[in-house]
Every structure is written in structure tokens, then in C-alpha cells.
């Protein structure tokens, strides 16, 4: 009977085990190492309003944000905060940093956006684990007057300021440098640095000029809204250049040497006077999208017609367009003509066979060409905000299609066979002239489709 006993005490034990095996296993399908989640997350998680909240558990919080808070001063008993990784202060009232802020030594993230800065905090170059630094959005004018170095900063951000020189920064790992909406006149010369990223947007530069020699490993360049009228050689030294923006300048001519550029894989070069573009044998090797938005020269530049790698083309509200050449672009897959004062489609349009989304709204076009019909692999078709009447019945060979967009036209019905779009899943019909009965038929034909009428 004792036997027996034991025998049952082990089969339900074993039970046991069994079960918060399981229970285990579901909350912690991965078996992950939680002993660290649990010590750290409640506290990561956990909002606090003011920095005396915080300080009873100062020691082990390793992330405090404290935004919006109307903190004017940060008090010194910030150096109790020993594990502090991540400081967010954004969207308060503070001018200037105590210097036992430089007690924190595993500190890597300080946030400091839309404060009252007017001169960058000198004292930062006593951390040297900070790896992101934002300053957006402060009044500042005055950068170090001697060189200071932040040995570990990746990420540097300094944008909506005041300031018209960078300089007396040295970061030899920076990667990201965002110093958009500032009073720059030229673009800086920064030295030792790593940097992949650069923002100078919304600045007041007219020239390249020699600042770009120091950035030859720069991907990304943003220079919208600034005043430049040339965009010169100086810019092909930039080997590893993969996404130019340049829109929104004054620009009017191209030197020939960018087509070298190729790693350049997007360019925006909307909102400027451009009449001609640069295509050299081999060049722009990499070139898949080119977005010319609001181009207003008198001649509009067909060079671009050879760019045989472009997949994306965006020409939207350009001035004179001539479209003519436009079938070299054997790889277009997106073409967008919005609002380009189009009287009509050349037939050398539909000869883009891999073309998968046509945007032609905000035209003049009274109807489509039967041609329409040759762009088999179309996936999405806008023709809103033309004149239309019609729709051809060629429009049914697009077998790929999947939406199509003709609000405010002057269409009364659709083809009797529009159910041959087996992929349809979109359609939209506002503002045209379908009479009731006309309705009824399509919402019966295409009873799988989202209509709007």
C-alpha cells in the first residue's frame, strides 16, 4: 500500500513539473533569458513626472523621459542616475546642462529637442559614451570656440537652429548629421568623420563648394530648399552617393560628371529650371528613381529618356513636357504625369511593356487611346480629373489590374464586360455621371470589388 503511495505522489509530481513546463513555454515560446527583462522592464516602462519622482529608483532606471514637463533646470542629484542610458528631455524650458551631468557614465542617447538653448553645451565633451545627441528646434547660434571631440557620437542633430558655421566638432564615428533649417551659407568642412547621412535642408547655400571634398563617404545628401544654381562636378566625388535630394533650388544646369555618380540610386531634382540633363556612355549605372516635379524650363529635358535603368519616373506638374523618347525606358515600372497639361497620350507610351502604375490625373484628356491596352503587367491606373467620357474596351486586355482611379471625369457607363478584371480589387467612379441603372450594373458585375461612386 506504501508502495502504491509513492508510486502516486511521483506520477502527480511529475505532473507538475510537466505543466509549468508548458505554462513556461507558452508565456516564453523562444526559452529567452528573462531574468533581465524582468529587472529592468517594469522600470523602462514606467512614466514618471518629475525628476524627484524618479530619484527614489534612480539607481536602477536605465531610460527616463521626462517630456513636457516644463523643466526649467536639471538638478544635480541627476548623478544618482548611475545606469542611465537614455535621457529624453524633449519639449521643456532648459538653457544649460549642470556638470553632474558628466556623472553618467553609461549615458549613450540625450535628447534635448525644443529647449532653450543658445550655445551648444560644451560640457558634453565629458561623456564620452554619448553615441546621439539631438538639439533640435533650440535658438542655437554659438557653436565651441575651440575644438571639442565626442569620440563615440554616431548620430548629431542640430536641426531648426540658428547657426551659420559648423565647426570646432570633431566626431571621428559620426554616421547621421541633420543641421536642416539653420542659417548655413556654405556647406561645412568636417573633418574626421564617418559620415553616411547628411542633412542641409532649408539653409541658405548657393555653392557646392569644396566642403564636400571631406565627405567622400556620404549615402545620403539632402540639399532641398537651399539657393543653388548649379549642380557641379564637385558632387561626383562622392563614390558611395546613393539618394540626392537637390529639389527646390534654383538650379539650371547639371555638369556632366554626375552621370559618374554609380552608386546613385534615387535623385530628386524637383522644383528647379532644368532644360538639359547629362547622359554619358555607362553612366548612371544604378539610377532607378528620378523624381523632376514642377520642372519649369522653357525645353523640357528628353536626355533623361536614355536612362535605360530608371523604374521610377515621376514628372508631375512639369512645364513644356515632351515625352517623345520616352519608350528607351525599357525598365519603367512607375510613371506619374499629374496635372502636366496633357492633351493627349503619345502612342509611344504604350510601349512601355513592364509599366505597373500610370498615373495621368489632372490633365486635359477627353479619352484613352487603344493602345492603353498593350500595358499588360498594369497594376494601377489613375486617370482622375480629366475629361473622359469612355473608357475603351481594350482597357480589359490589363489583366494585372488591380485599382483603378477615375473619379471626376464624364463617364456614364463602364465596358459590358469590365468583369473580364479578375484582379480588380479597387475601383473608384466619384464624381462622373453614371445614371442609376448604370450603377446597379456595375456593383452586380463586380460584386468582389470595393466601389466608389
Known amino acids: 500500500m506504501d508502495a502504491m ?5 511521483l506520477v502527480l509530481a511529475t505532473y507538475y513539473l510537466l505543466s509549468i513546463a508548458t505554462f513556461s513555454q507558452e508565456v516564453n515560446p523562444n526559452n529567452e533569458d528573462t531574468s533581465r527583462i524582468q529587472k529592468f522592464r517594469p522600470l523602462q516602462q514606467k512614466r514618471f513626472n518629475s525628476f524627484e519622482e524618479a530619484l527614489a529608483e534612480a539607481k536602477e532606471i536605465k531610460q527616463l523621459v521626462l517630456v513636457n514637463k516644463e523643466i526649467q533646470e536639471i538638478p544635480p542629484t541627476i548623478a544618482e542616475f548611475q545606469n542611465l542610458e537614455v535621457l529624453d528631455l524633449s519639449n521643456n524650458q532648459i538653457s544649460s546642462l549642470p556638470k553632474e551631468i558628466t556623472k553618467l ?15 551648444f553645451p560644451e560640457i558634453l565633451k565629458e561623456i564620452p559614451t554619448l553615441e546621439i545627441i539631438e538639439l533640435t528646434d533650440n535658438k542655437i547660434s554659438t557653436l565651441p570656440t575651440s575644438i571639442i571631440t565626442l569620440p563615440s557620437l554616431k548620430v548629431l542633430k542640430l536641426s531648426r537652429n540658428k547657426i551659420s558655421v559648423f565647426k570646432n566638432i570633431i566626431a571621428p564615428e559620426l554616421t547621421t548629421l541633420d543641421l536642416s533649417f539653420n542659417n ?17 535642408s532649408g539653409n541658405q547655400i548657393q555653392k557646392l563648394g569644396k566642403g564636400l571634398e571631406n565627405l567622400r563617404e556620404v549615402r545620403r ?11 557641379g562636378k564637385e558632387i561626383a566625388a562622392l563614390e558611395f552617393l546613393n539618394f540626392l535630394k537637390i529639389d527646390n533650388n534654383r538650379i539650371v544646369y547639371i555638369a556632366p560628371q554626375i552621370s559618374t555618380l554609380r552608386a546613385l540610386v534615387t535623385l530628386d531634382i524637383s522644383k528647379n529650371s532644368i532644360s538639359s540633363f547629362p547622359v554619358t556612355n555607362n553612366g548612371f549605372r544604378s539610377l532607378a528613381t528620378l523624381t523632376l516635379l514642377g520642372n519649369s524650363a522653357e525645353r523640357f529635358p528628353v536626355e533623361i529618356f536614355n536612362i535605360q535603368t530608371l523604374r521610377i519616373l515621376n514628372l508631375g506638374f512639369s512645364k513644356n513636357i515632351n515625352l517623345e523618347g520616352i519608350s528607351n525606358l525599357i525598365n519603367l515600372e512607375t510613371l506619374k504625369l499629374i ?6 497620350l503619345p502612342k509611344e507610351l504604350f510601349r512601355l511593356e513592364n509599366l505597373k502604375e500610370l498615373d495621368i490625373s489632372s ?3 477627353k479619352s484613352l487611346p487603344k493602345e492603353i491596352g498593350n500595358l499588360r503587367k498594369l497594376v494601377r491606373l489613375n486617370i482622375s480629373n480629366n475629361s473622359i467620357e469612355q473608357l475603351p474596351n481594350e482597357i480589359l486586355n490589363l489583366g494585372e489590374l488591380q485599382m483603378l482611379t477615375a473619379n471626376n471625369n464624364r463617364l456614364t457607363s463602364l465596358p459590358a464586360e469590365i468583369n473580364r478584371l479578375i484582379k480588380l480589387r479597387q475601383l473608384q467612379l466619384r464624381g462622373n455621371n453614371f445614371p442609376d441603372t448604370e450603377m446597379e450594373r456595375i456593383k452586380q458585375l463586380l460584386h468582389k470589388v470595393t466601389i466608389m461612386f
Open 339 to 344: 496635372g502636366c497639361g496633357l492633351d493627349e
Open 105 to 119: 557614465k553609461k549615458l549613450n542617447s540625450l535628447k534635448l529637442n525644443k529647449n532653450n538653448f543658445t550655445t
Open 363 to 365: 490633365n486635359n484628356l
Open 5 to 9: 503511495k509513492k508510486i502516486l505522489i
Open 184 to 200: 548655413l551659407t556654405q556647406i561645412p568642412e568636417i573633418q574626421q568623420n564617418k559620415i553616411h547621412t547628411l542633412d542641409l
Open 221 to 231: 545628401l539632402i540639399l532641398s530648399g537651399n539657393q543653388i544654381d548649379t549642380l
